[in-house]
């Protein structure tokens, strides 16, 4: 089976694209979050930007985005019913 019948068949592109972007307008809605925490709340700076964003967001973003997109090419079967 080559790579275009695979993404045909088994890959909802829309539906990746539009979990990817949900997911990605809850995590700036956290960084928006966060830095108001950070300016008002928090005295102490307990971790740089550099480490939320790269080492966690990123890192959670690229492993949820995975699990959906793997969630969404197994139910994209043929049709059982």
């Known amino acids: 089976m ?3 019948n695979f993404k045909n068949k088994y890959l909802d592109i829309k539906l990746i694209m539009l979990l990817a972007a949900f ?7 956290y960084i928006v979050k966060l830095a108001y925490m950070r300016a008002y ?4 700076v307990m971790e740089s930007w550099h480490d939320i964003i790269f080492h966690n967001l990123l890192i959670d973003w690229l492993i949820v985005v995975t699990y959906m997109s793997l969630i969404a090419i197994s139910t994209k079967g043929e049709g059982v019913i």
């Open 2 to 4: 080559s790579l275009s």
């Open 23 to 29: 997911y990605t307008l809850f995590n700036l809605v």
């Open 41 to 44: 709340v928090f005295t102490e």
